[in-house]
């Protein structure tokens, strides 16, 4: 494809929108207050940041100059800048990774329908936290309910996707996001004052250095790749639809910040008030759809109106933040199909949306009807998230800080991250070093640790 023929973003805000629009998802709100849960807290949170800055600010610089400069689907993006090379199975790794990513984070994506509709219908009022608990469990078990609003959700994400990378993607993130943001920061407000709220905050700021252990550093380092779309092409793919003019290194620093900010206010809503209603911090991946529900009925208790309107508020902006990074991921695969298999990009769409929904399904009931099915010890949503969060995207972005840092011509990366010389870029020397030394090694060690070779 050439380069008019590729479809811009139409403005710098457009650019940083439609990032953090894939950045900021069911990661940072649903995935990354229940991993600090599992792994104790402040001393994870501690790790988790690191992670973003040592690996993920690079990457994510790295991912953005090797879509821009190549102008193309991320798996072609390899065969232009390295050809004849085996590089381009880091591409199509990503795409395949961004395909099982959206298979099972539609499941939870379509949660948020549910808790929309619960919410529009008033369904909160009145329960004590004992039968949110319940009433989570009976819908996340049965048999059609999640898989109907999966594929509610899937279709929304397709429906955006064929309306093309303007219009869909930027607009809906130019209204959405903001919006969220300010939500967001009145649920701190609310959930920080409720009694018995103030053992949460501790659980944030207090690290317990004792808990941390191998299974902390891969959790947060996986935590950090998928709450950055990092690992997978998929800023890549965007990074394609750049101008030239777009600043990558101050548009990877605000992503990531916007980014770690959202998520570390998630926390600041989640914990005070589970502690508060003493929810357990390990619940695991029901924990906001349990928690949050009390937040609004405990903190509004006495105006009911208000109870209601900040949560039907806050499921929407729910649902239409996990929409943003569904619309990327389904992106990726679909710019893939078509521009390397000559589909329409409607049809490549509708294989990417067909496809999801049938491994979609299988990833509902395993949490459910089929739970006795197992691998590894893990059903099949487990297993997809243990794989494509903990495997996939670490292996994938450090495979981009290596192309970037040690095989991509030099010039071609200086001239991308200054624009031709008109930007300054003063770390330059210490991006380079982090992708060269510092992401492979952290990674690989990681790993190696995990699989209990350290002897720790
Ligand atoms: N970053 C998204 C989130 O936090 C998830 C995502 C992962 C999107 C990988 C794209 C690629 O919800």
Sequence with gaps: MSKKERANFGSKLGVILASAGSA?????????????????????ILIYLACILLLGLPIMISEFLIGRHSRSNTARAYQVLAPGTQWKWVGRIGVGTGFLILSYYSVVAGWTFEYVFEAVTNKFAGKTSDEFIQSFQAFSSNPWKPVLWLVAFLLSTHFIIVKGVEKGIERSSKIMMPTLFILIIILV?????????????????????SKVDSSVFLGAMGQAFFSMSLGMGCLCTYASYFSKETNLTKTAFSVGLIDTLVAILAGFIIFPAAFAVGINPDAGPSLIFITLPNV?????????????????????????????????MHEVVTAYLH???????????????????????????SLGPTQDYTLFGMGTFDLFDFVTTKIMLPLGGMLIAIFTGWYLDKKIVWEEVTNDGTLKMPLYKAFIFLLRFIAPIAITLVFIDELGLLGT
Excluded at 301 to 324: D, E, N, R
């Design 189 to 209: 407000g609310c959930s920080i004052t409720l009694p018995g709220a103030d053992k949460g905050i501790e659980f944030l700021l207090k690290p317990d250095f």
């Design 339 to 365: 521009e390397e298999f000559k589909f329409t990009r409607s049809r490549a769409a509708q294989i990417v949306t067909g496809s999801c929904i049938i491994l979609g399904i299988f990833c509902s009931l």
């Design 296 to 328: 609004f009925q405990q903190a509004f208790s006495g105006v009911p109106v208000l109870a209601y309107l900040f949560s039907v508020l806050f499921y929407i902006l729910l649902a239409v933040a996990a929409l943003t990074s569904t619309i990327s």
């Design 24 to 44: 900021i998802g069911l990661g940072n709100i649903w995935r990354f207050p229940y991993e600090t849960g599992n792994h104790g807290g402040a001393a994870f």
